[in-house]
């Protein structure tokens, strides 16, 4: 068997239409639980009615579309789809435009200082932007955006501190310093929704959601209570943050929220002092997956000591346009804006359809 993926999986079965409403099966959401083993490959397609007389030919013409790939074990599972939960984001955040989650797969590569800067990248662009946390065990955004105000309460509604134009809300403006976040899955969805339906966002362009690592309770709250724009997933170039990375996106398919891209994250150094170019953790790693998944490849960002030191001046790099750091965060909300574009004509397409 062809060395075969999730994703390949996915574009394959784009192509498998159900007759009664002559939409693919993936743009349906209808596609879930997809493994790949050894020559073998099994999924689900949750559909609304698995009495209708269309699913026989459904199932085979799945069945066919996988093993094109050279796969020769191929189950299919039909399963009635979960009554839909309606998603009230018209009601919780009406003036925004779009939502994008910014997440990644693990801790440590720098997901917290590239969605501050990249709302701040968005910002110097001319955009009104806001920026959530939704980090709840370990929110840094206030920190990086200076922490200079504090959010307020008028009529009933949480009004945002604003840091560099930016409205932004956090749950570490109302946690005591260094108190850690013991939460289950119910008081995570609440925070979420609050954040959403509570804060005073007004009209905005974009709304940066930061998102914790890896792929919990969080995650899932935000995609089932709005209907995100899309996920940028943030890695470093090495093999085991991508490995990582990857699983993240699963989530995120599964859940059927389009990948916008991906960015790399400390994709290399240049010492000040004499120039010469070190590739720490590798380099291109994450093109070369954006290329092999399907994906867009937003940009690279830098590793440099003046990041590091800005950030924790709480000074995001991406208000000095003229910074090679800068730039590359303006290039990388250059690019992340075509793929919103290009997703909006996309489902103008589908909606046409």
Same mark, same amino acid.
């Given at each position: 068997?062809?060395?075969? #993926?999730? @994703?390949? *999986?996915?574009?394959?079965?784009?192509?498998?239409?159900?007759?009664?409403?002559?939409?693919?099966?993936?743009?349906?959401?209808?596609?879930?639980?997809?493994? $790949?083993?050894?020559?073998?490959?099994?999924?689900?397609?949750?559909?609304?009615?698995?009495?209708?007389?269309?699913?026989?030919?459904?199932?085979?013409?799945?069945?066919e579309a996988v093993a094109a790939l050279g796969v020769h074990d191929v189950q299919v599972?039909? &399963?009635?789809?979960?009554?839909?939960?309606?998603?009230?984001?018209?009601?919780? %955040?009406?003036?925004?435009?779009?939502?994008?989650?910014?997440?990644?797969?693990?801790?440590?590569?720098?997901?917290?200082?590239?969605?501050?800067?990249?709302?701040?990248?968005?910002?110097?662009?001319?955009?009104?932007?806001?920026?959530?946390?939704?980090?709840? !065990?370990?929110?840094?955004?206030?920190?990086?955006?200076?922490?200079?105000?504090?959010?307020?309460?008028?009529?009933?509604?949480?009004e945002p501190p604003v840091e560099y134009g930016i409205k932004i809300i956090s749950m570490?403006?109302?946690?005591?310093?260094?108190?850690?976040?013991?939460?289950?899955?119910?008081?995570?969805?609440?925070?979420?929704?609050?954040?959403?339906?509570?804060?005073?966002?007004? /009209?905005?362009? !974009?709304?940066?959601?930061?998102?914790?690592?890896?792929?919990?309770?969080?995650?899932?709250?935000?995609?089932?209570?709005?209907?995100?724009?899309?996920?940028? %997933?943030?890695?470093?170039?090495?093999?085991?943050?991508?490995?990582?990375?990857?699983?993240?996106?699963?989530?995120?398919?599964?859940?059927?929220?389009?990948?916008?891209? %991906?960015?790399?994250?400390?994709?290399? !150094? $240049?010492?000040?002092?004499?120039?010469?170019?070190?590739?720490?953790?590798? #380099?291109?790693? &994450?093109? /070369?997956?954006?290329?092999?998944?399907?994906?867009?490849?937003?940009?690279?960002?830098?590793?440099?000591?003046?990041?590091? *030191?800005?950030?924790?001046?709480?000074?995001?790099?991406?208000?000095?346009?003229?910074?090679?750091?800068?730039?590359?965060? @303006?290039?990388?909300?250059?690019?992340? /804006?075509?793929? $919103?574009?290009?997703?909006?004509?996309r489902a103008a397409e589908v909606s046409i359809e």
């Amino acid at each position: 068997m062809a060395n075969v #993926h999730p @994703q390949d *999986v996915l574009r394959a079965l784009g192509s498998v239409r159900d007759p009664s409403q002559g939409r693919d099966v993936v743009s349906l959401g209808w596609v879930r639980d997809v493994e $790949v083993g050894h020559d073998r490959v099994s999924l689900t397609l949750a559909v609304p009615n698995p009495a209708s007389p269309t699913i026989e030919q459904l199932s085979r013409s799945t069945r066919e579309a996988v093993a094109a790939l050279g796969v020769h074990d191929v189950q299919v599972k039909i &399963a009635a789809q979960p009554a839909a939960q309606p998603r009230a984001a018209a009601s919780l %955040i009406p003036g925004v435009k779009h939502t994008i989650a910014v997440a990644s797969g693990k801790g440590g590569v720098g997901k917290s200082t590239v969605a501050a800067n990249l709302a701040v990248a968005l910002r110097e662009a001319g955009r009104q932007v806001g920026l959530m946390d939704t980090d709840v !065990y370990g929110p840094s955004v206030p920190m990086l955006m200076g922490g200079r105000a504090e959010p307020r309460v008028v009529e009933g509604k949480i009004e945002p501190p604003v840091e560099y134009g930016i409205k932004i809300i956090s749950m570490a403006y109302f946690l005591p310093k260094n108190e850690a976040v013991i939460w289950r899955g119910p008081m995570l969805h609440k925070t979420i929704s609050q954040f959403l339906g509570d804060v005073r966002w007004g /009209e905005l362009d !974009y709304l940066v959601m930061d998102l914790p690592p890896g792929t919990g309770d969080i995650q899932l709250s935000l995609a089932q209570t709005i209907p995100l724009t899309g996920a940028v %997933i943030v890695s470093t170039p090495q093999d085991l943050a991508l490995t990582v990375a990857s699983k993240a996106i699963a989530m995120f398919q599964k859940l059927n929220v389009p990948i916008l891209g %991906i960015i790399e994250n400390m994709s290399h !150094y $240049v010492c000040p002092q004499c120039g010469h170019r070190d590739d720490i953790f590798g #380099h291109g790693g &994450a093109r /070369e997956a954006s290329a092999r998944m399907g994906f867009a490849f937003l940009g690279e960002i830098p590793l440099e000591t003046s990041i590091r *030191v800005r950030s924790d001046r709480g000074e995001p790099v991406a208000l000095d346009r003229t910074s090679p750091h800068g730039q590359a965060f @303006q290039a990388v909300a250059a690019a992340l /804006e075509q793929q $919103v574009q290009a997703a909006g004509s996309r489902a103008a397409e589908v909606s046409i359809e």
